[in-house]
């Protein structure tokens, strides 16, 4: 059975995300990346916000997502598809590795990050 590895990122929505930012910067000490986010201190898990009416977290209107890091994306997704959840086809491939995203039964979205080798 896949399983989740750890957290790959927290995403909020936000209606301001650069002064969403600072604050965290100023009140929390989140040393902000040039992508406009976090890298904590794992070195792994990732921090971000995103404008209040991003689609990056699905039609739900969800106020936040979880990214979860696996081990084999590939597998995750057949094993979630054949449980009956809603799995979206798109995988995205990029430098940081492979992502994939799916919604729990309550409406949900997560984003599934297998880690560049």
Do not use: C
Request: charged share 25%; proline share 4%; aromatic share 12%.
């Amino acid at each position: 059975m896949e399983r989740v590895l750890g957290i790959g990122g927290v995403f909020l929505r936000a209606r301001d995300p650069d002064a969403l930012r600072r604050w965290y910067a100023d009140h929390l000490g989140m040393k902000l990346e040039d992508f406009g986010g976090a890298v904590l201190t794992d070195g792994v898990t990732v921090w971000s916000l995103f404008p209040a009416d991003t689609d990056y977290f699905g039609p739900s209107g969800q106020q936040a997502m979880i990214n979860y890091r696996v081990a084999d994306l590939d597998a995750m997704l057949t094993q979630l598809r054949a449980a009956g959840a809603s799995v979206e086809d798109a995988i995205e491939d990029s430098e940081q590795g492979r992502f994939g995203w799916a919604t729990d039964p309550e409406g949900n979205r997560f984003e599934l990050w297998q880690p560049a080798s």
